[in-house]
């Protein structure tokens, strides 16, 4: 069965996605994202998705968008921010290789600025992060084998570090 290289989790705006790129392009292999996958699934963008199905049936897709990632993709894999939050999604992340991006408060909401095709956010961004990240911190924590600090420092330097991890 074909695996990820490494699976890339933390808070929205730790960089999963733009340090997800550098690093598959830096290591000479795809990308994916689940959110893109659920995108596809669904026909619709993510905030869609919030407003007319809501988020119990997003967070239906994103569980079956990780099975089907971690089950068939061999590259780079990000995930959505609270995919963690799933029990199953945990499970199976049992046995990979698993990078959490983590971020303080501060430089998560400059990151996200006003929550822009975040639905999560679209109000009040910053008391809704910090209530977000403190409820996912130990989830975060349970499924890495490993934590970069992402504060002050840019995806290239991230992503770099993230290769010399992955060595052997
Ligand atoms: N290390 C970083 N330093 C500065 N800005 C960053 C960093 N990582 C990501 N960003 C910016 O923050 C925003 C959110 O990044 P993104 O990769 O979408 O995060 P995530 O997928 O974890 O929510 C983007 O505008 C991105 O360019
Ligand atoms: O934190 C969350 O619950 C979410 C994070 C988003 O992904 P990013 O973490 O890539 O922003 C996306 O999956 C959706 O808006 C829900
Ligand atoms: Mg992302």
């Not at 490494?6 to 733009?18: F, I, Q």
């Not at 971020?103 to 822009?116: M, S, T």
């Not at 992060?129 to 840019?154: F, I, S």
């Given at each position: 069965m074909t695996k990820p290289l490494c699976v890339l989790v933390g808070a929205p705006g730790s960089g999963k996605t733009t340090v997800g790129e550098?690093?598959?392009a830096l290591l000479g292999v795809d990308f994916r994202d689940t959110d893109a996958d659920i995108e596809r699934m669904?026909?619709?963008?993510?905030?869609?998705?919030f407003i007319d199905e809501g988020e119990a049936h997003f967070r239906?897709?994103?569980?079956?968008?990780?099975?089907?990632?971690?089950?068939?993709?061999?590259g780079v894999l990000a995930l959505g921010g609270g995919?963690?939050?799933?029990?199953?999604?945990?499970?199976?992340?049992?046995?990979?290789?698993?990078?959490?991006?983590?971020v303080e408060l501060p430089d998560?909401?400059?990151r996200v600025g006003l929550g822009a095709g975040?639905?999560?956010l679209a109000?009040?961004?910053?008391?809704?992060?910090?209530?977000?990240?403190?409820?996912?911190?130990?989830?975060?924590?349970?499924?890495?084998?490993?934590?970069?600090?992402t504060d002050g420092r840019n995806p290239?330097?991230?992503?770099?570090?993230?290769?010399a991890l992955l060595k052997p």
């Amino acid at each position: 069965m074909t695996k990820p290289l490494c699976v890339l989790v933390g808070a929205p705006g730790s960089g999963k996605t733009t340090v997800g790129e550098e690093l598959a392009a830096l290591l000479g292999v795809d990308f994916r994202d689940t959110d893109a996958d659920i995108e596809r699934m669904a026909g619709k963008p993510i905030p869609e998705i919030f407003i007319d199905e809501g988020e119990a049936h997003f967070r239906t897709l994103e569980r079956a968008a990780v099975a089907a990632a971690l089950a068939s993709h061999g590259g780079v894999l990000a995930l959505g921010g609270g995919a963690v939050l799933a029990e199953e999604n945990r499970a199976a992340l049992v046995g990979h290789t698993v990078v959490h991006l983590s971020v303080e408060l501060p430089d998560a909401v400059k990151r996200v600025g006003l929550g822009a095709g975040r639905p999560l956010l679209a109000i009040n961004p910053r008391a809704t992060l910090k209530h977000l990240m403190d409820q996912r911190r130990p989830l975060y924590a349970e499924v890495a084998t490993a934590t970069v600090v992402t504060d002050g420092r840019n995806p290239p330097e991230l992503a770099a570090e993230i290769v010399a991890l992955l060595k052997p």
